[in-house]
């Protein structure tokens, strides 16, 4: 059974960092693309970033980029995401989300979410 | 960035009605559309890919379609465990955009 476990999540004031896991399990990590997707209740769905097979190419939105970076580790089947520079409007459900096809960025799935509030 | 626009917001109706969820897009996108269930509390579930590709174990009775940039999403005869959030997403390109939503609520 493919299953995505979210860790790291919590409160953090504005400016903070925090370091998001993905922990994966049940497929062949390695062999698949990984994202994170975000979700506010204002904003909606949101993705965030993009991460492929071995690292080597990676996208941000642009609501992000500079201040987050995405990254895997293979051998721990494990997807991260540090995040710096931490705003009001980060605030969100933060979701880790496989893609199932090399080049067809949707999401078969889906992590349970860590929950990021940034608040002073 | 592609604009993904969704209609309704907010759809109420019966077990057993036929309903309808559109999702325009602002330019072309090839097809390239997903469609995914949320429940409260839960992450999104896929649907299906590439406008009408059913995801393994979703029931029949969900289909999808396009017309040029604007899709469909019907379920032909709503079941209880259907009300939900549903939302449209666009992969043809970064970046991956998704609609606002489409609340299905028991009339």
């Known amino acids: 059974e493919v299953q995505l476990v979210e860790s790291g999540g919590g409160l953090v004031q504005p400016g903070g960092s925090l370091r998001l896991s993905c922990a994966a399990s049940?497929?062949?990590?390695?062999?698949?693309?990984m994202h994170w997707v975000r979700q506010t209740p204002g904003k909606g769905l949101e993705w965030v970033s993009y991460?492929?097979?071995?690292?080597?190419?990676?996208y941000y939105a642009d609501s992000v980029k500079g201040r987050f970076t995405i990254s895997r580790d293979n051998a721990q089947k494990s997807l991260y995401l540090q995040m710096h520079s931490l705003r009001a409007e980060d605030t969100a459900i933060y979701y880790c989300?496989?893609?199932?096809?090399?080049?067809?960025?949707?999401?078969?799935?889906w992590g349970q979410g860590a929950l990021v509030t940034v608040s002073s | 960035d592609i604009q993904m626009t969704q209609s309704p917001s907010t759809l109420p109706a019966s077990v057993g009605d036929r309903v309808i969820i559109t999702c325009r897009a602002s330019?072309?996108?090839?097809?390239?559309l997903a469609w995914y269930q949320q429940k409260p509390g839960k992450a999104p579930k896929l649907l299906m890919y590439?406008?009408?590709t059913l995801e393994s174990g979703v029931p029949s009775r969900f289909s999808g379609s396009p017309s040029g940039t604007e899709f469909t999403l019907t379920i032909s005869s709503l079941q209880p465990d259907d009300f939900a959030t549903y939302y449209c997403?666009?992969?043809?390109?970064?970046?991956?955009?998704f609609g606002q939503g489409t609340k299905l609520e028991i009339k």
């Open positions: 989300a496989r893609g199932p096809f090399y080049g067809d960025y949707f999401f078969d799935y």
């Open positions: 330019q072309s996108i090839n097809g390239r």
């Open positions: 997403q666009q992969y043809k390109n970064f970046p991956y955009t």
């Open positions: 049940g497929f062949t990590f390695n062999t698949y693309e």
């Open positions: 590439k406008t009408s």
């Open positions: 991460i492929s097979t071995g690292g080597s190419n990676i």
